[in-house]
């Protein structure tokens, strides 16, 4: 076995899941053990520093065994917080039952490092790689929906509270570099707007112009829509 083959099955060993690893008798090499425990709590303090209000949400009593399905599930493939969190709010949006609104506060949590770094390095002002349409979604912009007022969730989070109840029609935020303090509610307009933009609309209805100015200015789309239609 060459260097780099022997490299490459070590890696694959510490990072192997835990059924995998029981199998193949791994528990029993202490060494290995070891190994796969570090790299795996390192995995848990760079979630723990890029998701903090989501760690928070999570229950007491699931938090480990979610951080472990996540491990098993997703190999590490970077030493960088934001590249674990990314990897973590996938994880938890893909979940059939996922703990109550985890998943929205690690979509805006995530949603928040895009913000901030689009910001940083001044390519807010370009389209994302996956707009359409007249009107586009900018760099660094996120809508991020919640089944509760955010405010009540986040609070919940914070204070390790008993998390508020779903309500009959969900709540969005916006998530921009332009936005003071990052993060702010949609309004009912700036929601259909932005509907109409993900579908790749040519033509913006006028009455929403006024809100094309206003997501414009906070760089959370770029582009003037081409055509409003008339009354």
Same mark, same amino acid.
């Given at each position: 076995?060459?260097?780099?083959?022997?490299?490459?099955?070590?890696?694959?060993?510490?990072?192997?899941?835990?059924?995998?690893?029981?199998?193949?008798?791994?528990?029993?090499?202490?060494?290995?053990?070891?190994?796969?425990?570090?790299?795996?709590?390192?995995?848990?303090?760079?979630?723990?520093?890029?998701?903090?209000?989501?760690?928070?949400?999570?229950? !007491?009593?699931?938090?480990?065994? %979610?951080?472990?399905?996540?491990?098993?599930?997703?190999?590490?493939?970077?030493?960088?917080?934001?590249?674990?969190?990314?990897?973590?709010?996938?994880? %938890?949006?893909? @979940?059939?039952?996922?703990?109550?609104?985890?998943?929205?506060?690690?979509?805006?949590?995530?949603?928040?490092?895009?913000?901030?770094?689009?910001?940083?390095? !001044?390519?807010?002002?370009?389209?994302?790689?996956?707009?359409?349409?007249?009107?586009?979604?900018?760099?660094?912009?996120? *809508?991020?929906?919640?089944?509760?007022?955010?405010?009540?969730?986040?609070?919940?989070? %914070?204070?390790?509270?008993?998390?508020?109840?779903?309500?009959?029609?969900?709540?969005?935020?916006?998530?921009?570099?332009?936005?003071?303090?990052? !993060?702010?509610?949609?309004?009912?307009?700036?929601? *259909?707007?932005?509907?109409?933009?993900?579908?790749?609309?040519?033509?913006?209805?006028?009455?929403?112009?006024?809100?094309? !100015?206003?997501? @414009?200015?906070? *760089?959370?789309?770029?582009?003037?829509?081409?055509?409003?239609?008339?009354?």
């Amino acid at each position: 076995m060459s260097l780099a083959d022997w490299q490459r099955e070590l890696a694959a060993r510490i990072a192997a899941p835990h059924a995998a690893a029981a199998a193949a008798g791994d528990p029993g090499q202490p060494g290995l053990a070891l190994t796969r425990m570090l790299q795996r709590n390192w995995r848990h303090t760079r979630l723990t520093h890029a998701l903090p209000l989501t760690m928070r949400a999570l229950p !007491a009593g699931a938090r480990h065994a %979610l951080l472990s399905d996540y491990c098993d599930a997703c190999p590490c493939v970077s030493f960088f917080p934001v590249h674990e969190a990314r990897g973590f709010a996938g994880f %938890l949006a893909a @979940l059939d039952s996922s703990p109550p609104h985890a998943a929205s506060i690690a979509a805006m949590e995530v949603a928040l490092i895009d913000a901030f770094e689009a910001g940083v390095f !001044a390519d807010a002002a370009a389209p994302r790689a996956d707009a359409a349409g007249s009107l586009q979604m900018a760099r660094g912009a996120s *809508r991020v929906r919640f089944t509760a007022p955010p405010e009540q969730v986040l609070a919940s989070a %914070l204070a390790r509270r008993e998390p508020p109840p779903p309500t009959a029609e969900d709540h969005e935020l916006l998530i921009a570099p332009g936005i003071p303090g990052l !993060a702010r509610p949609a309004s009912a307009a700036e929601r *259909r707007l932005l509907d109409l933009c993900a579908a790749g609309a040519v033509h913006i209805p006028v009455e929403l112009a006024a809100a094309a !100015a206003t997501l @414009l200015a906070e *760089r959370v789309v770029v582009s003037m829509p081409r055509q409003l239609e008339g009354p």
